[in-house]
C-alpha cells in the first residue's frame, strides 16, 4: 500500500504529533480510549493545550480529541475497524477528531495495513489521523522517526505549525535503509507470536495471570502479579537482572507489569530471577 506523501508528514518522534494535535484540533476536551490504562503522553500533551481529560464514559462533555491506541500500550487490547468506527461516528457528529495511534500496528503482520485506521483516513478525512512512532517496529530508541497519516487539509495545517528541520538526516537514512530490510518484518511478523506464546507459559508457570484479550502479536504482556508489593519487587528483580520491564504503578495499575518479548534466552534469564524471588 503506497500512502501519497502529500498526506504523510514526517517528524521527531510521534511524540511531535502528539503534542501538535493536542493544540490544533478544534477545541473541547481530551476522551481518552475504553480501556483500563494508555499511553500517559496524551494525558500530559492535553493538559498542556488547555483540555480537561475526560473519561471514555463520558459523552455528555464534548470532547475536541479522542485517542484510540491500537493496539492499546500498556493494556495490550485491539479494536477491530467496525468499532472503531463507531467511535469515528461519533467524533464526527460532536465536531471532534480521533487521533488513532498505530505505533505498534505494524507488529500485526504482512497483512497490517487491512486492519489499519489508514482506511477510515478515506472515509472520514476531517475526523481521523493516524500517528506511527516508527521506532517500535524498527528497535530504535535512541532515535526520533515518527510520522502522521491524515487528509490534506490537516496535512496542510500541521505542516504550517511544525518546527522546520524537525526529522534529521539520521532518522531519515534509517529509515530509508530498514524500510527496505524485508527479511528483518519477516523475521519479526513469525518469531514475535512464537516468543510471546512461550513468555505468557513463563508467566503462567509463576502463578500470575495476564491480559488474554490482547492478540498474540502485540509485542509485550500485561502480566498481573496479584499485588503492587509483588510487581514493584518483581520489576526491582528485573532491573537487578537485567532484564528491565514496565511496573504500571504511574498507570494507576500498581499490581501489574508490561513486559516487553524478548529472546528465549533473555526469557529465561528473567525467569531464573523471578523463581528466585518467590521461593520456587
Ligand atoms: C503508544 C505510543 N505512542 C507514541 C509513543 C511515542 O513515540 P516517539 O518515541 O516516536 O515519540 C510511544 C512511546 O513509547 C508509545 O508507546
Request: with cysteine.
Amino acid at each position: 500500500m503506497a500512502w501519497p506523501s502529500n498526506r504523510l508528514l514526517i517528524g521527531n518522534g510521534a511524540s511531535e504529533f502528539i503534542d501538535l494535535i493536542m493544540r490544533l484540533a478544534p477545541g473541547g476536551a481530551y476522551r481518552v480510549g475504553p480501556f483500563i490504562a494508555s499511553y500517559k503522553e496524551y494525558e500530559r500533551a492535553a493538559k498542556v493545550a488547555g483540555r480537561t481529560v475526560i473519561p471514555h464514559s463520558d459523552k455528555a462533555t464534548k470532547a475536541g480529541v479522542t485517542v484510540i491506541i491500537h493496539p492499546n500500550s500498556p493494556s495490550g487490547e485491539f479494536m477491530e475497524l467496525p468499532e472503531l468506527e463507531l467511535i469515528v461516528q461519533a467524533a464526527q457528529a460532536e465536531g471532534g477528531v480521533v487521533l488513532v495511534d498505530e505505533s505498534f500496528m505494524p507488529h500485526m503482520g504482512p497483512n497490517w495495513h487491512a486492519h489499519s485506521a489508514l482506511t477510515l483516513v478515506e472515509k472520514y478525512p476531517a475526523t481521523v489521523l493516524v500517528v506511527n512512532s516508527w521506532t517500535k517496529i524498527w528497535c530504535c530508541p535512541g532515535l526520533r522517526l515518527g510520522s502522521v497519516a491524515c487528509a490534506e487539509q490537516w496535512y496542510n495545517i500541521m505542516k504550517k505549525n511544525q518546527t522546520p528541520w524537525s526529522c534529521n538526516n539520521m532518522a531519515q537514512a534509517f529509515c530509508a535503509a530498514v524500510a527496505a530490510d524485508e527479511e528483518f518484518q519477516l523475521q519479526t511478523w513469525k518469531l514475535l507470536p512464537e516468543w510471546r506464546q512461550r513468555q505468557q507459559d513463563l508467566i503462567t508457570a509463576l502463578g500470575w495471570t495476564f491480559n488474554t484479550a490482547s492478540p498474540l502479536w502485540v509485542p509485550w504482556v500485561f502480566v498481573d502479579c496479584g499485588s503492587a508489593e509483588v510487581a514493584e519487587r518483581a520489576a526491582a528483580a528485573a532491573q537487578d537482572a537485567g532484564c528491565p520491564v514496565r511496573w504500571c504503578a504511574s498507570f494507576d495499575c500498581p499490581s501489574r507489569l508490561r513486559l516487553g518479548i524478548r529472546t528465549p534466552s533473555q526469557q529465561d534469564q528473567l525467569q531464573q530471577a523471578w523463581c528466585k524471588m518467590l521461593g520456587k
